[in-house]
């Protein structure tokens, strides 16, 4: 019975030294696992000395009817997004129509928890089927349960907000039975964000943090005495993104747009267009600077003061949560400063065109380059004053996206081109009755022409169809007149007469042609 008892005793150590290897075995080639074996374990000794409390949120109405508890489905959402359901030991993964998450969601498996935290306290989610079970430690309950449950409806109609389909509306003149503005609207489907608009990186860090600030800002609008609106005037030259980057503030508010055609109604029927625009939209008027400086003297007052009226109602008579943006092609010393004004024009942003960080930011956007062994040609011709609009780079990015090298070399044509043409403005077109080699305007056309194809534009191409039937008939009409030249020049040869220069010398036979010639010229 001894030996008996020493052998069982021997292989429970046996067993407990095998098992002890298989761990640390386990440890040594999984370190992740351990640590999440580790903290599992300090996850369970928390929960079994904390005490807790119980909330179910049930799917149905517990009053009979059927009818579908509105914060559960709320719930479903949140504990759907929340960053700890990727941890969970089980999540339900679904087709989903978002872009975000490459076009899949993940959802709480039945019988399993997601966990949270709010204000310091931890709180779980757990899946029942049919009922959610919040689990808040005891003594957080009073302090933290309220405005938990608050903020889970909030974020959850946030997202239900974002997840909406935008539309653009544009106004199309009156409804001739009621009086009333028409609206006619279409999906918004501009892919512009924020995070794909090529700017500043600091500059768009401060509008993506003034708009956060103003979708949060009701209470304390309404604590300023404020009406909860924001405006924003976008000026540049053309080209350099301001539409754009609209839309890109639309997609990231969640905002409907109201394209607002000021040259289409009067001050009494612009007031009556923002009476229909709802609340959670943008509003843009595009070309400011065009309606105000159209006309005459006294019809440019009245424009302004229409644009005033305009401005102001929105203020008065169209409730919050809106956003206003403006954009001028030019810059605002033609415009009046009452327009612009703090108040009524918040946040004016320029729009410039592009430098050389500019570009790289294009080009990383456009052809995937980080670096690339042409850059140091592309900066020396920006250092040299050209500049480009970002529409302009990226169509040449565009056209010659399968070969990133062909581009930048387009790029730098362009800029050279640009620069030539500040440098050396381009002379008034004369007729050229005298041929050379070399030099002539045709071949100053060509030349320009050809920087000017190499960027693949249509308009490239004509000029350098038309420069060429030029430079083919221009030398042939020269080379004409020279022969007739030589023919006179024979002539008076034979008869042995010459053209007197200026003091009376006879001149060469040499001299007399060049003569006829500068005479002819």
């Not at 909406?164 to 279409?186: H, K, M, Q």
Request: proline share 5%; glycine share 10%; aromatic share 8%.
């Amino acid at each position: 019975m001894l030996l008996g008892a020493m052998s069982g005793g021997g292989v429970v150590v046996a067993v407990a030294y095998a098992a002890l290897a298989v761990v640390s075995l386990r440890m040594a080639l999984s370190y992740k696992s351990a640590l999440y074996a580790v903290r599992r374990l300090w996850q369970w000794a928390d929960d079994w000395a904390q005490a807790y409390q119980y909330h179910e949120v049930p799917r149905f109405a517990c009053d009979g009817g059927g009818a579908e508890n509105p914060l559960f489905r709320k719930a479903a959402q949140y504990v759907a997004a929340l960053p700890s359901l990727e941890d969970a030991d089980a999540a339900s993964v679904l087709s989903s129509a978002s872009r975000t998450n490459g076009g899949f969601s993940l959802q709480l498996g039945p019988g399993h928890t997601a966990r949270d935290a709010f204000l310091g306290a931890r709180l779980a989610w757990t899946n029942q089927g049919d009922v959610l079970v919040l689990r808040v430690r005891r003594h957080d309950r009073t302090r933290v349960l309220r405005p938990y449950l608050q903020h889970v409806e909030s974020v959850a109609d946030e997202m239900e907000l974002r997840r909406r389909e935008l539309r653009l509306f544009a106004n199309t003149g009156v409804d001739g039975s009621t009086g009333t503005p028409r609206w006619a609207s279409a999906p918004f489907t501009h892919p512009a964000t924020l995070d794909t608009v090529t700017m500043d990186p600091d500059l768009k860090a401060r509008v993506r943090a003034d708009l956060e600030n103003f979708l949060k800002g009701r209470a304390y609008y309404h604590r300023l005495g404020r009406v909860w609106r924001r405006s924003y005037l976008l000026y540049g030259p053309p080209g350099t993104g301001k539409s754009t980057f609209a839309a890109a503030m639309a997609r990231f508010l969640g905002y409907d747009i109201y394209d607002v055609d000021l040259s289409r109604a009067g001050s009494d029927d612009l007031r009556a267009l923002l009476l229909h625009t709802t609340p959670r939209s943008l509003i843009l008027v595009e070309d400011l600077d065009r309606f105000l400086q159209g006309g005459g003297a006294g019809d440019a007052e009245a424009r302004a003061a229409r644009v005033l009226s305009f401005m102001d109602g929105v203020a008065s008579c169209c409730g919050e949560e809106r956003v206003m943006v403006f954009t001028m092609r030019g810059g605002k010393e033609g415009v009046d400063a009452a327009v612009v004004r703090p108040g009524r024009l918040d946040v004016h942003i320029h729009f410039t065109l592009c430098d050389f960080e500019a570009f790289k930011a294009l080009a990383s956007n456009y052809l995937g380059l980080k670096d690339h062994k042409l850059y140091p040609q592309v900066e020396e011709s920006f250092h040299g004053g050209a500049r480009l609009s970002p529409a302009e780079l990226g169509e040449i990015m565009l056209a010659n996206r399968s070969s990133p090298s062909r581009a930048l070399r387009n790029v730098i044509t362009k800029l050279q081109h640009v620069s030539g043409a500040a440098a050396a403005p381009r002379p008034p077109h004369r007729r050229n009755t005298s041929w050379s080699g070399a030099g002539g305007p045709w071949e100053e056309q060509a030349a320009r022409a050809s920087a000017d194809a190499a960027d693949g534009g249509e308009e490239a191409i004509t000029a350098t169809a038309a420069c060429g039937v030029f430079a083919k008939d221009a030398p042939m009409r020269e080379f004409k007149k020279l022969y007739g030249l030589i023919k006179i020049r024979s002539r008076k040869e034979g008869s042995g007469g010459f053209m007197p220069l200026h003091g009376g010398e006879a001149p060469s036979p040499a001299n007399g042609r060049g003569s006829e010639h500068d005479k002819e010229r």
